[in-house]
């Protein structure tokens, strides 16, 4: 028990008078502040390693800056592509995009930014891209020739780009073979600049890849170079240029490539395939859209033709319609049919499982993807198939454009 009429300054406080009340604080003083001593020292010392430590970071952080900058503009394509046309922050020495500005500062990188052109840019001959490419058969071999060469493409009345393609279109001709069959390929390259062909999906032997430096030498202008491969697995592919390919793909290089499975399966009435990529045009002149600060598209196509030149995909009610989405752009485009779910019945040309396929009326197909939707057309009427990043359904910004189709049903 405690005595509460002992002098204990904890309990008797404030009621045992001035002189206990005084002599116990300066005691505890006296206490606590021979305790404090190491306490403080302690702080002190965490505070100036904490100082020093964060004085030699931003030392080295100026030193490291202007290696890095130095590097991108004399090192990989990777980072000249990136760094080494962007307006450099010189008090920093850190490369920082600024909107519309950009600075080409070393010549394969200004290449990339230069307008798509040519010395022989001949004027279109066919309207419509994608169409199925004619072949010869040579000892069971399905034999198809190609030429790369840059044209005048319109893609909307009264706009025109000018594309580097294959035979004359964008898209170019679309390959269509059944699942086992072989193919041969012969591709001139009528450009002024090298090139090689990718196809994209197809299970071909290493040494077709089509990948410059790597696979193969660059088919040189003037050349013409082979591919031959047994054409696996059956689906949804593409064709397209593997050589400066953010270039040579947004100018125009690029096509499907359908391999119908050997086993025949009960086809859609209807058989649509899209290829969605995006086009900048300035001053008259056409660049290779990428999403890169200043480079970023004002046009938008499906199949080469921007809204509403765009082809209308005719359908009679009850009937089965498969559209092949193929992501040949660099930007994602979350494609939205109205009135109409679909279900996804492939993926990157291989099939859905029945009971994995989403019911779905919305679709993102990013660059490289491919997704084949179905639907039945149960509801007469003209419905939209469009992109939905509405900036994409412009052309020059002006509404409506761009990634836009009308699937039209009727009765009968
Ligand atoms: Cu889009």
């Known amino acids: 028990m405690v005595d509460l009429n002992k002098p204990n300054c904890l309990l008797s406080y404030p009621h045992n008078g001035a002189n206990v009340y005084h002599k116990c604080h300066i005691y505890f003083f006296i206490f ?45 394509a990777g980072s000249q592509t990136d760094a080494g046309n962007m307006e450099t922050n010189s008090a920093s020495g850190a490369a920082t995009p600024t909107p519309g500005s950009m600075m080409p500062t070393n010549p394969e990188a200004a290449h990339m930014m230069e307008p798509i052109g040519g010395s022989n840019v001949a004027p279109a001959t066919e309207s419509q891209g994608g169409q199925p490419l004619a072949y010869r058969e040579e000892d069971g071999v399905k034999v198809f020739e190609l030429t ?35 193919v041969r390929i012969l591709v001139k390259n009528e450009l002024d600049d090298p090139t090689t062909i990718h196809w994209h999906g ?58 119908d499975p050997k086993e025949p399966v009960l086809p859609p009435d209807i058989d649509v395939t899209l290829m969605i990529s995006e086009w900048l045009i300035r001053d008259g002149q056409t660049y290779a859209a990428m999403p890169m600060s200043g480079m970023e598209p004002n046009y938008f196509t499906l199949n080469g033709k921007a809204f509403p030149t765009t ?19 660099q930007f994602i485009h979350p494609m939205h049919l109205h009135g109409l779910p679909f279900k996804i019945v492939a993926t990157d040309g291989h099939p859905v499982p029945e009971a994995a396929q989403l019911t779905k009326d ?43 189709l009308v699937v039209n049903v009727t009765e009968s």
């Open 32 to 76: 606590y502040s021979l305790n404090l001593i190491p306490i403080v020292m302690k702080r002190l010392v965490y505070l100036t390693l904490i100082s020093i430590s964060l004085i030699l970071s931003a030392c080295s952080g100026q030193r490291t800056s202007p290696t890095i900058a130095a590097e991108d503009s004399t090192g990989s």
């Open 148 to 182: 790369a060469k840059a044209v005048q493409w319109p893609i909307l009345d009264g706009v025109t780009v000018t594309a580097w393609s294959y035979n004359g279109t964008v898209p170019g001709p679309m390959i269509r073979v059944t699942e086992g069959e072989k």
């Open 362 to 404: 919305t679709v993102s197909v990013a660059p490289g993807e491919r997704y084949d939707i179905e639907f039945v057309a149960t509801e007469p009427g003209q419905w939209m198939l469009h992109c939905h990043i509405l900036h994409h359904t412009t052309n020059e910004n002006v509404e409506p454009g761009g990634l836009m």
């Open 202 to 259: 197809v299970e071909v032997p290493n040494a077709m890849d089509g990948v410059p430096d790597v696979t193969q030498a660059p088919i040189q202008p003037g050349e013409t170079f082979t591919y031959e491969f047994i054409a696996k697995p059956a689906g949804t592919f593409m064709y397209h240029s593997h050589f400066e390919g953010d270039l040579q793909v947004s100018a125009g290089l690029y096509a499907p490539f359908i391999i």
């Open 311 to 329: 082809e209308t995909i005719n359908v009679k009610k009850g009937e089965r319609v498969r559209i092949r989405l193929i992501g040949i752009g």
